[in-house]
């Protein structure tokens, strides 16, 4: 796993992954983007510092994915019905699961960018009612050049396998043109695709190794592995894509604090095919309809023990409505947990 | 190498300083307000790792909320509903402490980032500076407690030099009464100090005053103590017994054959003696007792001339009928009273340049000294006194005036320390330096009001005292009350528990929040200890006194009751004589007067010869006994003549 390195919080140094391409100290160059700006002026002639005060790429307007409904097969019921979720909550979920990300621009190399990149993904296992981290989290620090125009023989030799090129050519071949904007998105997307990576890395190693569930932030259709695994348990907070149409689409937005949805069965594009449902967290009274919905995911399991299964998996995830997640902005769908892994990659990873 | 307890930590907001930084801990780490830590840092300076010890003087405990609310939203209101939370928040532990020591000393630098370790003893020994006084071929380390963190006990030693001088000296106590931390504390750290006081230094005895109850009367009397006490003496290295060498001086009751102590129980008298004393001991310390708005120059000057001419002389003037020879208040009543009635007889108004109405108001005043101060003042001129001159190294003198009158308290006070002054600059007292316990500061050296010869004298004591030997344990509940000259020359200062309304005034502003509501709720045993070494205040624990407490001590031995004249005087003569008996005494004194008794008996006391009862009866003038008066010879009327005419 080039560039990337394990940070236990407290001895930053200690679990800096070994990289034959990466000159010394160049990994602890990139440890802020303070750090890799000073590297990279030293480094390769004609860079100007970027001077722009530090906003990460991630919170610029972007033109987003517009939202839209998709209608899926339902896997427990002809249409889409609310389920009252039987049973007291239950605190069955052992670890929690996220990443983060940043970018920034760190300079120019004349028009290009340079966009310093930070990633990291951690998992949060509950003992005894006290998040502590599972093995080393995962955070990789990498500068995003576009090769296709900056000098890539100097940035791969400041930067070895740290470096990562923002203008690869797509499948037919063709190159995205020089425009910062574009560059700067094409980053981003790049970072983004790194922490993904990360996540999945440390799923697939609780999958293999452990049995308890771990809720995972996002979806995760992404790893065929975590997909599969019995123990994995997505939790969708963002629902620019929300999966139901017409009637069913009502009853998913009506659904009542306890209350969940019918299965349904989702194959994203690229993504593993998996069972999933809305579940409502809290009261919407006051609120817009989005409030407090979430979208669960698991494995997909025989027919006849889908209801058994998500309704077991419901009162798992209903459990971590407490305590809030304030003062995340997302506190009526974030499970606490996720929120302290947040917080754990915001602390060490700068 | 043990796991660091903790991380220093600083941020812009609250940096780190030279004598300040902050640090935080896992949530059941054993560091509280006094805990002493050391920081190790990462980079070295000038070729060393700093290393920095501190205590603790402050904790922060939060969790991620941003308010409150968040959490009353989160359980629905419903307090109950917290023990289903399925996951606790995230909470921090940050400590602010105090520096203590760097090391190295130079350049003296804000405290580094680094981990932070729970202090060994020996770091202890390095933080507080006592490694300078520890030394094996210089130790004059005095025991004050334990230092207790993390299940490690350290020793914290006083370093002799600056307890009892000559680099300073001094030490204060204050604490809210009734938690007997004030007496406990002064009668561990005198058992302390009798203990471990270094040899090179010389000598040392101690003079407690017991001003109220029974504190001090019982301290030759074992205590019995619990394990961990005993325990605790062992790790101080302290002796776990009474002191050895106990003598108890108190003054009589009016009836002067009483002693006025709660130590009268006649079981414990063998070392009890009266304390007493005459006209010319009294004269020195006048200006005690007289009101000084009262007791103008005039009088002064005629005090004065009594002093220098009078007493203890044979004195004759024209205006005296008979010469006289001045040694009592009696004596004084006699001279004053032939003196003014020869004045009557002239018709003068002036004697030696002192006018009558002066003459009238100093007799006034004297001879009123022995009625205010009745049972310490003897008419008779006898004295008991204190063995000047011949003080024992390690004894402990406690002179009991919890009983006496304000008055007599002053003077008892006043002469003591003056007589301990002038022995001790002549190196005569038998011991080279002597302890001097006052408790009730409040009342002795007041911050406020009128200047009072008490007040003089331990001011005197506070600020010159050390050069002599000559040092002051003092005791008060409310040290802000106390003159400010007396305390701030403490070199070395112990808080018990202490009073809300105290810790609210300026003079506890240096400590912080924590600190003070630590000193608010300390338990018995506990103390926060100043001292010139420690560049921050240390809480220890120390053991109860090995001595009797003084409320056990009268519940097992009752004062006595107050008893007729024979059974005073029996009691009082059979300290030196046990074979004496009750009817013996009766033989002996049945004949005299009170007063020619108390004489007899003042005159034995003073005197203390081997053989009591004979000196004591030797005392009294011979009376012979009453025996009826021979019969006169009766002699028959001369018998008439038979014959006589004229017989009827």
Known sequence: MDGVRSADGLTGDRAIAADPETPPGASETLRSVHAAQRHLLRSIPNVRAATGGGLPLERQQRDMELPHVIDAAGAEDATLRARVVPGAPVAAIRAFLDGTQRSEVAGWCGALPLVYGSAGAVVRERIHRRLTTWERPLVQHRIYAPLAYAPRAELEAALGAMLEDTTKPSADGTIVPPHPTLLLERATLAVSRNRELLEIALAERWCASRAEPIMIDGGIGASEAVAQSACAVGVVKSHRTLYAEGDGLNTVLALRRGERSSVIRIAPRGRSEVLSWYLRLRDTEGRDVLWGLVRVEMRATAPANVTERADEISRWVLAESSPLAAPDPRWDRMAYGIRSAEEFLRATNN | ?648
């Open chain 2, 1 to 648: 190498m043990t796991a660091p307890l903790g991380l220093v930590v600083a941020t812009e907001r609250t940096p780190n300083t030279p004598h300040q930084f902050q640090f935080w801990t896992a949530i059941d780490s054993p560091v509280g307000i006094g805990t002493i830590v050391r920081v190790d840092g990462r980079v070295p300076v000038d070729g060393h790792i700093p290393q920095v010890y501190g205590v603790v003087t402050e904790g922060f405990s939060y969790t991620d909320l941003a308010s409150p609310l968040f959490d009353v939203l989160g359980h629905d209101g419903d307090p109950g509903q917290s023990a289903f939370a399925p996951t606790e928040r995230a909470e921090v532990r940050l400590y602010s402490a105090a520096v203590l020591r760097h090391v190295p000393e130079e350049p003296l630098q804000p405290v580094p980032m680094g981990e932070v370790f729970l202090a060994t003893e020996t770091d202890v020994a390095i933080a507080l500076r006592m490694d300078s006084y520890l030394r094996e071929d210089a130790n004059t380390g005095i025991p004050i407690g334990l230092y207790r963190s993390g299940g490690m006990d350290s020793a914290i030693y006083l370093d002799a030099e600056f307890l009892v001088g000559p680099e300073a000296a001094h030490l204060n106590i204050t604490g809210v009464s009734g938690l007997a931390t004030k007496t406990s504390a002064v009668e561990w750290l005198l058992a302390s100090l009798f203990a471990h006081f270094p040899a090179s230094k010389g000598s040392v005895a101690a003079v407690c005053f017991n001003v109220k109850g029974p504190d001090l009367c019982f301290l030759d009397l074992p205590a019995e103590l619990e394990a961990e006490d005993r325990a605790m003496y062992d790790t101080l290295g302290v002796p776990c017994e009474p002191f050895r060498n106990v003598r108890y001086f108190a003054p009589f009751k009016a009836d002067n054959v009483s002693l006025n102590t709660l130590r009268s129980n006649e079981e414990l008298l063998a070392n009890v003696q009266p304390l007493t004393w005459g006209l010319r001991e009294v004269l020195q310390f006048a200006e005690v007792l007289l009101n000084r708005d009262d007791v103008d120059a005039k009088a002064d000057a005629l005090i004065d001339f009594i002093k220098e001419r009078v007493l203890d002389r044979d004195f004759e003037d024209r205006v005296l009928k008979q010469q006289h020879r001045v040694r009592s208040f009696a004596d004084l009543e006699g001279w004053f009273r032939d003196l003014l009635s020869g004045l009557e007889d002239r018709g003068d108004e002036h004697w030696r340049t002192h006018h009558v109405a002066t003459i009238r108001k100093v007799r006034n005043r004297l001879t009123n000294i022995s009625t205010r101060c009745a049972g310490l003042v003897t008419n008779d001129g006898h004295t008991s006194d204190l063995p000047w001159g011949d003080f024992a190294d390690r004894a402990v003198y406690v002179v009991d005036v919890a009983l006496a009158e304000e008055d007599a308290q002053d003077l008892i006070f006043a002469r003591i320390v003056s007589k301990l002054r002038e022995h001790l600059e002549r190196r005569d007292l038998g011991v080279t330096h002597v302890v001097v316990f006052v408790d009730e500061l409040n009342k002795y050296a007041p911050a406020d009001g009128p200047e009072t010869y008490v007040r003089k004298m331990l001011l005197d004591i506070a600020e010159r005292g050390r050069y002599l030997g000559l040092v002051l344990f003092s005791a008060q509940q409310f040290r802000s009350q106390v003159h400010r000259r007396v305390v701030g020359n403490a070199g070395t200062a112990l808080y018990g528990r202490m009073d809300g309304d105290e810790l609210a005034t300026p003079g506890y502003a240096v400590l912080s929040a924590a600190t003070r509501t630590k000193l608010a709720t300390l338990s018995k045993g506990q103390l926060m200890v100043r001292h010139p070494h420690f560049t921050q205040p240390i809480f220890v624990s120390f053991p109860r006194p090995a001595v009797m407490r003084g409320r056990d001590g009268v519940e097992r031995y009752p004062q006595a009751a107050d008893v007729p004249i024979d059974v005073g005087v029996l009691r009082q003569l059979r300290r030196f004589d046990p074979s004496l008996t009750l009817a013996w005494v009766q033989d002996v004194i049945g004949l005299y007067e009170d007063e020619d008794v108390l004489h007899a008996l003042h005159a034995t006391l003073a005197h203390a010869p081997d053989n009591a009862g004979a000196y004591f009866k030797a005392q009294f003038r011979k009376i012979v006994g009453a025996s009826p008066a021979p019969a006169p010879a009766r002699t028959p009327l001369r018998a008439l003549p038979d014959d006589d005419p004229y017989a009827i």
